[in-house]
């Protein structure tokens, strides 16, 4: 279970409900422009570009939406002043955290993901303080833990590592390459997952297990998503069952 948590699950809900209100399609479509401009523009040969798509599609972004994005990425265009930077650092608890950006702006985005850090008591690292913590992989979720049997027959044989059953969920994994195949095959198998996308999973998980801490852990994160240079946001953290529910109450 170090790979993937319930807050993980919540983060694949939450993403779906942003989505619904336009949150997030900025970031899907900015990084598949970036993938699309810096590879090839098939996602058939840019395992990035296809990783995108595939999750712009969960977010139910629509087709026509997507290609609008790839053809400006493959056509070149206004973005060659935008870097891609990776923060690293520490919440509360000993939590590890990955922050994916671009911007135009490094000094900008440096202070804003700093203050996020600072604001909830953690502390912003050097380049490799926390990344050794996690690994790519891609990942394939559906909530409907009964087609464990058949999604094994099907994503085993088509190249995933393995398939997790935390009770919530199944998560098929894959080798970040293998991904669309697999993917392909289990869209061509009539199994519809509820997320899929390639990812950063952290080896071991940070537990907090008090209250307070883990609504500083929660509202340090969402600040950091809700900056405009940040893509994404990786944690190892975990909460217990009891954390989830006093979190889930609180939110409500």
């Given at each position: 279970?170090?790979?993937?948590?319930?807050?993980?699950?919540?983060?694949?809900?939450?993403?779906?409900?942003?989505?619904?209100k336009?949150?997030?399609f900025?970031?899907?479509?900015?990084?598949?422009?970036?993938?699309?401009?810096?590879?090839?523009?098939?996602p058939e040969?840019?395992?990035?570009l296809?990783?995108?798509?595939?999750?712009?599609?969960?977010a139910?972004?629509?087709?026509?939406?997507?290609?609008r994005?790839?053809?400006?990425?493959?056509?070149?265009?206004?973005?060659d002043?935008?870097?891609e930077?990776?923060?690293e650092?520490?919440?509360i608890g000993?939590?590890?955290?990955?922050?994916?950006?671009?911007?135009d702006?490094?000094?900008?985005t440096?202070?804003?993901?700093?203050?996020?850090?600072?604001?909830?008591d953690g502390?912003?690292?050097?380049?490799g303080?926390?990344?050794?913590?996690?690994?790519?992989?891609?990942?394939?979720?559906f909530?409907d833990?009964?087609?464990?049997?058949?999604?094994?027959?099907?994503?085993?044989?088509?190249?995933?590592?393995?398939?997790?059953?935390?009770?919530?969920?199944?998560?098929?994994?894959?080798?970040?390459?293998?991904?669309?195949?697999?993917?392909?095959?289990?869209?061509?198998a009539?199994?519809?997952?509820?997320?899929?996308?390639?990812?950063?999973?952290?080896?071991?998980?940070?537990?907090?297990?008090?209250?307070?801490?883990?609504?500083?852990?929660?509202?340090?994160?969402?600040?950091?998503?809700?900056?405009?240079?940040?893509?994404?946001?990786?944690?190892?953290?975990?909460?217990?069952?009891?954390?989830?529910?006093?979190?889930?109450?609180?939110?409500?």
């Open positions: 279970m170090a790979g993937h948590s319930k807050w993980a699950n919540i983060k694949h809900r939450k993403a779906r409900q942003d989505a619904a336009g949150k997030i900025t970031r899907l479509i900015r990084e598949i422009v970036s993938a699309a401009k810096q590879g090839d523009p098939d040969k840019n395992p990035r296809r990783a995108a798509i595939e999750k712009a599609l969960s139910n972004m629509t087709k026509d939406t997507i290609k994005a790839v053809d400006r990425g493959a056509g070149g265009g206004d973005n002043n935008v870097e930077i990776t923060y650092g520490y919440g000993g939590v590890a955290v990955l922050v994916e950006t671009m911007t702006n490094v000094n900008r440096v202070s804003e993901v700093r203050h996020a850090f600072t604001k909830y502390n912003l690292g050097t380049s303080s926390v990344s050794y913590l996690f690994s790519k992989r891609g990942e394939i979720v909530e833990t009964s087609l464990e049997d058949e999604l094994l027959l099907v994503a085993l044989e088509a190249g995933a590592l393995d398939i997790e059953n935390d009770g919530d969920s199944l998560v098929v994994i894959t080798e970040p390459e293998n991904f669309g195949a697999v993917k392909d095959a289990i869209n061509s009539g199994l519809v997952s509820d997320n899929a996308e390639v990812t950063m999973s952290p080896s071991t998980t940070a537990e907090i297990d008090n209250i307070d801490d883990a609504q500083k852990v929660m509202k340090m994160i969402e600040m950091l998503e809700d900056l405009d240079d940040v893509q994404e946001v990786y944690s190892n953290v975990n909460f217990p069952d009891d954390i989830m529910a006093q979190l889930a109450e609180l939110n409500d």
